[in-house]
């Protein structure tokens, strides 16, 4: 009789050939001891954490492993099967060869300040083997063929290697060594990373400002590196480094066209310029100048970035006011530093009216003007034009002016100027323009009230003649002096030319009353008339003229 069978003994002399990327071979021998007859074998194989993948019953002593996964650690068991089952089972771990890793996944980039962007990347989805280190090449956006990097990290990791022990297959490599720099020039820098780093982010560091970059990361294994992923990005817009070189064109009297060169660094999008101009007032009355205070203003306007030079207008300025200007420019990160100054003056433009004319001293034959400058010259005064009217000799009975007399140049800045020249007695009107230098029209004209000329001694009378001439009266008549010097009196005296204590007279008041009746003269008898003139205290100036009175008519008894 025969005893039953048993399970069988592990098969011996395993052994893996022809190991590559994508599969191997395994041969054996059968069990020393079977237990009973073999009616196969079954083999298993799976890749860690030990999941089924192929389950194969064969008759021959060996089998060939296909379409597996490169740099893949495999447990293959080999067990004989008889009527008793399957025997003991023999186990033997196989590593895959390596080959260059897929591409990475979930690449993201994001600009994280003006001089830094953030990459964030996961696992190549097929790692092919261990992924020893990535690497990240920065690349400025356009480039050519010919551009080099900019900055490259490798990423190294520390700890990572294949969970596959008492395999014979090459054992991945862990790229440590630090550089500076590569074969190309292109900036080195070493980041270590650990296994468990699933999701991968680093920052790159040391851009520069508002740049387009290309960033590359690829994934190796000891054999080789996988193909790139890539992304661009922008680092964030900062602030544009000044502008340069102010220069101004087209200054007017109220305008000021300013051209500047554009940053050297703009650092974004500029969209606005913000000009600020300083001033302090020129030459304003003594109200507005109690202290000198520097007005700063701003204004803030588009700026065309197209245009070959960037340009700015000033407008409703004051003439002839000195502007310090500067400008600055703005991207969505603030505005720049501002550039350096430029000290501009407006053009004198027509002024304004002197103000406040007064007479601060007289005689009869002057006038010692002086006035308040203008508020706002507008210009460097050179001179003042003062227009003379005499107001008494230039009215006609409707009055209406008649007569303008004449214009004086003061020739100097000065706010004082002495009239001479004048008639006493006289109300004078002065007409004050202000002329600066380079513009043609004079100010509006600031007109004085009337100003009167002292009084001065008395003129004599003119011709002196005689009308209505009886025995005991006479009408004189005479002209009035050539000028009138004050208030005017006169008196007539005829005086007996045998007792000039004898006389008789008469009077009027006026300069223009030059006609009055003596009586009580005697007839047929000769008299010397005198008329005098008088102003107020000063003595009187007269003409003489002889008169004789008629007879008295014949006696008719």
Partial sequence: MKTKEKASQKVTNVIVINVNSYGFKVAWREPVITNGDLLYYRVNISNRPFSDIIQVNVSSLMFLFENLTPGTCYVVSIAAVNNAGEGEIEIVQVYTLETAPSVVTNLRISNTSSTSIAVTWSKPLKPNGVITKYEIAVYKFPYSEEDKCTQRIVLPCSDCHRHCQNSTVQQSQIDTEHKDTDENGCKMDTVVITESNVTLTHEISGLELFTAYEIHVKAFTAVGSGPDASKRNRTSEDKPTPPRQLESRNIRSRSIFVVYKKPDNENGNITHQQIEYSYLAYNVCAAHTDTSITVVKKETLPVNTSDAQWAFSLSNLQPFWEYNIRVRVNTS??????????????????????????????????????????????????????????????????????????????NNNSTSFNVTNLLPYRFYIFTVHTEVEDVENLSKPAVSKPFQTDTEAPYPPGEISFSSITSSSVQVRWKHPNIQTGPTRYEVVATDKIDSKITKNCSTQGFTNTSCKITGLDAYWDYTIAVRVFTYNFTSKQSTEVLTTQQPGKLLY
């Fill in 333 to 410: 990160a603030g505005f720049s530093n501002c550039s350096g100054n430029i000290i501009i003056r407006t053009h004198p433009d027509t002024p304004d009216p002197v103000t406040d004319i007064v007479v601060r001293s007289k005689t009869s034959r002057s006038l010692m003007l002086s006035w308040t400058r203008p508020c706002h010259p507008k210009g460097i005064i050179t001179n003042y034009r003062i227009r003379i009217q005499n107001h008494n000799d230039s009215i006609d009975n409707q009055g209406r002016f008649t007569n303008i007399n004449n214009t004086l140049k003061t």
